[in-house]
């Protein structure tokens, strides 16, 4: 649980500069919200990046990304990015920034 807050931790650094930002428990991880629209989670030391389904392909290219898959179903708009792809605050802001583009681009359709 100590890797879980120190990650959650650093996902809140990473949006304070964001408007409309929400924290909420769900589906048992710590998952965060733009514009009302799921962006970012915690998952143990991974972080999920809403990416939607159009650009999961070419995230998972990166070598520290892979699939999401919860309970053994693939969540089809969603990536892990594994602790060593969080390195430093340009690692973690990048994808960040990632899922906060895919919340607000949630804005207009």
Do not use: Y
């Not at 999401?68 to 602790?83: E, H, K, N, Q, Y």
Request: charged share 25%; aromatic share 4%; hydrophobic share 50%.
């Amino acid at each position: 649980m100590a890797g879980d807050e120190q990650l959650v931790a650093r996902v809140r650094a990473s949006l304070v500069q964001e408007r409309q930002v929400a924290e909420k428990t769900m589906f048992g991880r710590r998952m965060f919200m733009v514009a009302g629209h799921l962006a970012v989670g915690v998952a143990g030391d991974e972080l999920m990046v809403r990416v939607g389904r159009e650009d999961v392909r070419s995230a998972v290219a990166d070598p520290h990304a892979r699939p999401c898959v919860m309970s053994g179903r693939p969540m089809a708009d969603w990536i892990l990015v594994a602790p060593d792809g969080l390195l430093g605050d340009d690692g973690l802001d990048a994808w960040v920034a990632r899922g906060v583009a895919f919340a607000r681009g949630r804005m207009n359709g």
